[in-house]
């Protein structure tokens, strides 16, 4: 028989229980702070039919990076690529059943074929949060106010983060009424305008000349957008952008947004027409968080306000704002900026049966389990040494033996093999110690 | 465009927000009780190499059964049906690093194309609990013990379900010292015995009879495994087993876990040499847990002590006991027994904005977030009636009404929406009602 290789399948993780521990810690913020402000967990199957992700979303994902397959029953399904489609097709399922404005969260796992880099793999964990059926900017203000308290939770401070905002039906009234550009150009303006981080200035301009070359104001279209895309960042203020488009009305809901920040103390958002999001479904306002590091400044995760894709189920489109972030983002920005806290097992002590006492030793570990205490319980009758070394690669802090003169006396003998403290007491005060 | 379908795809679950109330539920106290007995958690991809499935597990999940395709490497890869084959990969990728007794848990998701019954679907979660390197049958015991915590946990009584024990070696005994029947019989033996409780008894024993038809004591044989097939149900003990197979010494463990169970008053395990569990790696004694429920009188979950796998890893391989357990099985199970809670939204208050006090309300809004209540943030400026209905479709117990009156008097009004009781009081008196 051949060996079989001990990795897991390329490009995606295990997680043993030192790396669960870091999960659980980092998803557990995400489940307190959203449930903070009132949103309802949900969840869905990792397959959904392929056509599901062929009416609407990213064209280069799904021709490229889909895991697409036949089941036996000759369906074409594919992985989840990002839950956005599949939120959809839940609320347009129990459109009228459900409550509006429907603050709906979720964690779940998605799956793109891509090449690996930093903090990409094929396999990762998305926090998608969505307020459906909220017309009123208050529902950004609100995703901005979450997301501010979620990374807080985690300990960083707004020096570390800056929220970009952006407004699609500005760059279109800019597009439009400003330049009149033809028909449709935003979309692909959009789009190379969303890669300009990644290429050099000099590339960006050449193809946005290209781009704009057909068109009448091409010249003036240049400039302003030149000038738009260098706006100066200064926080919860529109920066300097040009007087001819100051008075743009798309731009009076950003101005609000910004109001809106200010008085709940948030000061690390800054107007960027920069951002465009990749995704051809936004409509309105869209935001992106940076990380400040010098290492890593770049782009993190990002939303925004779209008409929530359910008229694809034949029902009426409802006002949505949410947004994504992934968990290899985040755990590369907690990484860099040192706030990954030290994580513990949850096995509160190590109880160790010497000699022939199973049974009374076995009684002792039920009445600590009974006083909600984490007790593994070794029989393997080893040396001590063996098996302090034992409790301590599961990281566990205190030890108890539990042997025939322990058991005689009463006096139970606890360490503390971090610190090599030693207590002798009854079962009482163990409780109370291995409690406090 | 065509419109698209809302439902999952078929015989995999959509979690609303009611359902995934119900999973972090259940799953709650599987972590509970797990993380009681000293058990940690791991995870891996949901997606496999396909040749980890290939050189064990049962042949008919494999070739009929599984998600298997190619990626876009050309790689076959397969969708994970039970976790035994994961978790022996990443035992033996850090063979050396973990200290043993290794105790370790899961809840993974898996998947398998089969048809479509009762209390199985083709998405389901397994609750899989092992313990690595525990010779000694404290091993079983301590997963019966647990398994007796985890449904009590539930609210189960031992009326409820019965746990049904064997041991493969007992019968290898009976099989080769006993019976002195050919060399490979047992395995085709467990195997038709596995499915005794699908057929009818007649097509049993026919199938039985021409099974042994070509082995010396083919008559005797038959004889001795219908006495031990109708073996007799008595708590804690071997039942009326006949006297020529009862100082069978691999009857030692099985007779100690009695008493193991006995001394912990766990008083509904029985001796069923009925149980052989399909998968064929199983080694020594085997348990099923069974729904005493009228209407579900069946095997629900079960486990047993293996050889670990990880000697396909090309390393030596560790005696390992562990248990899977499903969670349609589980909550049909609750369900019968009229266990499952009545499940309330994680949000303990609905906030309206009544008028135009926006920052106002929200400033409460967030103080009461700031004493971990959780609040969701209507801004709509509905109907009062309109508002309260939303609430209760989210099942929400409090409303809190914050317009322009409350904000001058200081007195907020605090609705009971379950009860009608209506609260008139300051923030302070608020935060300790919702808090108790």
């Given at each position: ?34 449930s ?78 891509e ?18 059926g909220?017309?009123f ?27 970009h905002?952006?407004?699609?039906s ?15 150009k ?10 300009k ?70 000061n ?7 951002i ?103 029989v ?57």
């Amino acid at each position: 028989m051949t060996k079989l290789p001990t990795q897991p399948y390329k490009g995606a993780r295990d997680f043993y229980p030192e790396d669960k521990q870091l999960q659980n810690y980092l998803f557990g913020v995400m489940h307190s702070v959203c449930s903070r402000y009132g949103y309802e967990e949900y969840d869905a199957p990792i397959l959904e039919p392929t056509d599901l992700y062929l009416q609407k979303g990213n064209e280069e994902i799904i021709k490229e990076q889909t895991y697409t397959f036949e089941d036996r029953g000759g369906r074409s399904v594919t992985m989840r690529t990002e839950m956005t489609p599949t939120v959809s097709r839940m609320v347009a399922g129990k459109r009228q059943e459900l409550g509006y404005p429907l603050r709906w969260y979720s964690i779940p796992q998605c799956w793109r074929y891509e090449r690996m880099q930093r903090g990409r793999g094929r396999e990762f964990y998305q926090l998608n949060v969505d307020i459906f059926g909220e017309l009123f900017v208050s529902a950004e203000h609100e995703l901005i106010m979450l997301i501010s308290d979620l990374l807080k939770s985690y300990g960083a401070d707004e020096s570390m983060y800056e929220i970009h905002i952006n407004s699609r039906s500005f760059m279109k009234e800019v597009f439009f009424n400003r330049l009149a550009l033809s028909e449709g150009k935003d979309a692909d303006l959009n789009r190379l305008i969303d890669k300009k981080a990644k290429m050099p200035e000099e590339k960006f301009y050449a193809e946005l000349e290209e781009l704009l070359s057909d068109e009448d104001n091409s010249h003036e279209a240049v400039l302003l957008l030149k000038s738009l895309l260098s706006n100066r960042k200064t926080p919860n203020s529109l920066g300097d952008l040009p007087n001819e488009v100051l008075e743009h009305e798309s731009l009076g809901d950003v101005k609000q947004l910004f109001d809106l920040c200010k008085a709940s103390g948030i000061n690390n958002v800054f107007f960027n027409p920069a951002i465009t999001r990749g995704f051809d479904y936004y409509t309105d306002i869209v935001f992106e968080v940076f990380d400040t590091h010098p290492d890593n400044n770049r782009s993190m995760f990002g939303g925004g306000r779209y008409d929530s894709l359910i008229a694809d189920f034949g029902v009426e489109s409802v006002p949505t704002v949410g947004f994504g972030m992934g968990d290899h983002t985040l755990q590369n920005f907690l990484e860099l900026h040192n706030l990954l806290p030290e994580l513990t097992t949850q096995t509160d002590v190590y109880a160790v049966c010497v000699g022939d006492t199973y049974q009374a030793a076995l009684d002792i570990v039920t009445t600590l389990r009974e006083q909600n205490i984490n007790v593994a319980f070794d029989v393997s009758n080893r040396k001590i040494e063996k098996t302090i070394k034992t409790a301590e690669k599961k990281g566990i802090t205190y030890v108890l033996f539990v042997g025939q003169a322990e058991l005689d006396s009463g006096q139970l003998s606890l360490r503390n093999i971090k610190t090599g403290e030693e207590t002798e007491a009854g079962i009482d005060e163990i409780i109370q110690k291995l409690l406090s």
